[in-house]
């Protein structure tokens, strides 16, 4: 496989257009054409001689989209095929305020939480920092966005794969996709969930990247979050918090709880009463999340009226909570769910 350049800086390109004899100029034009989503090959204000060096050594399409789904509420769910052949997927989600892409940082996933479709083939092979970048411009220049008005303007590390499992890829990503002169997404329309990977949580407050920390928590009870998450094992309830309040500290972020509703599992008021002791005061929001089922998992989601109870629970009890718009339930919206479908061969 050849290199990916989405995963070189501007700076890092200027080294290597200096290293091919190329003027310097060059980077800028390399790194704008990049940004808008186009192929190596696209890229019109280039020598074709300097582009021939390129495409020996670089990806020209390092991901690509090879099947879209779109749901009635507008969702889109995307199948990205990487230049090795592995598949990953995003979603392209429309809101008032703009529209979030969700993004893979993973082929597949090892944590293998009870209610995930990403772990069921566990790891594959973490993405570079570049094939996390280039799903978002793909989608960008799929809805015509420029970098001037990105059609793109928020983004969730909530696909497929672990962030903090991969986690100095991630970084370069987040300094790539927020740097000037790029996409130049701000580190506070950007959110990162990951399942409690404490060691990691305060490394990532140490970075100067302040995005927001969603933590995936779904249970505040640790023996019972275990039996969903295994990852719960290794990372206790009170070591997770004690990360998000360093992550408070260092970054002046309030971080966020996703709470995935399950029916018979966590849903009903002993478990809010739970979530509330352990919760009230901190400087934090809880969003539930009813749960898009997924079939290969003997899961299912709590209904309508069971996600509105446990919210006025929390509401009632001093919590800052939301229930989450459902939005591709219809496409397979939930992690994993349309890469698994394409292994099986449905």
């Known amino acids: 496989m050849k290199g ?8 890092e390109l200027g080294a290597l257009v200096e290293e091919a004899g190329e003027k310097k100029f060059r980077a800028g034009q390399l790194w704008r054409g990049l940004m808008q989503g186009k192929k190596i090959s696209e890229i019109t204000d280039l020598p074709k001689a300097f582009k021939a060096k390129l495409l020996e050594r670089f990806e020209d399409e390092p991901v690509k989209i090879i099947e879209t789904l779109t749901s009635s509420d507008g969702t889109e769910k995307y199948l990205f095929e990487l230049a090795d052949g592995n598949v990953i997927e995003g979603v392209f989600m429309r809101y008032k305020y703009g529209n979030t892409q969700c993004v893979s940082t993973q082929v597949g996933c090892r944590m293998n939480c009870a209610f995930c479709a990403s772990g069921l083939n566990g790891l594959i092979r973490n993405l570079s920092a570049g094939e996390i970048l280039a799903q978002i411009l793909v989608a960008n220049a799929r809805h015509s966005g420029t970098l001037e008005k990105r ?4 983004v969730v590390l909530m696909g497929s794969g672990e962030p903090l499992d991969n986690y100095d890829r991630v970084v370069k990503f987040l300094r790539n996709v927020t740097a000037e002169g790029g996409i130049a997404i701000s580190a506070r329309n950007i959110s990162l969930s990951t399942c409690g990977i404490v060691p990691k949580m305060y490394d990532l407050a140490e970075e100067g990247i302040p995005v927001n920390l969603t933590v995936s928590l779904h249970n505040a009870d640790d023996a019972e979050r275990a039996r969903i998450m295994p990852v719960a094992k290794a990372y206790k309830l009170a070591d997770i918090l004690k990360a ?4 408070f500290e260092k970054t002046g972020r ?13 849903a009903d008021r002993a478990h809010a009463e739970k979530l509330i002791s352990v919760l009230r005061g901190r400087p934090c929001h809880v969003n539930l999340i009813r749960l898009n089922e997924v079939k290969e998992r003997a899961l299912s989601g709590a209904d309508e009226k069971e996600a509105y109870r446990f919210l006025g629970f929390l509401e009632k009890g001093g919590l800052s909570a939301t229930l989450r718009r459902r939005t591709g339930a219809d496409i397979g919206g939930a992690c994993g769910q ?4 394409r292994l099986k061969g449905e």
């Open 4 to 11: 990916i350049l989405q995963d070189l800086s501007l700076a």
């Open 338 to 341: 349309l890469r698994a479908s």
């Open 151 to 154: 059609a793109v303007t928020n």
């Open 244 to 247: 998000c309040d360093y992550y």
């Open 254 to 266: 309030r971080y966020i709880f996703e709470y995935s509703l399950i029916h018979g599992e966590n």
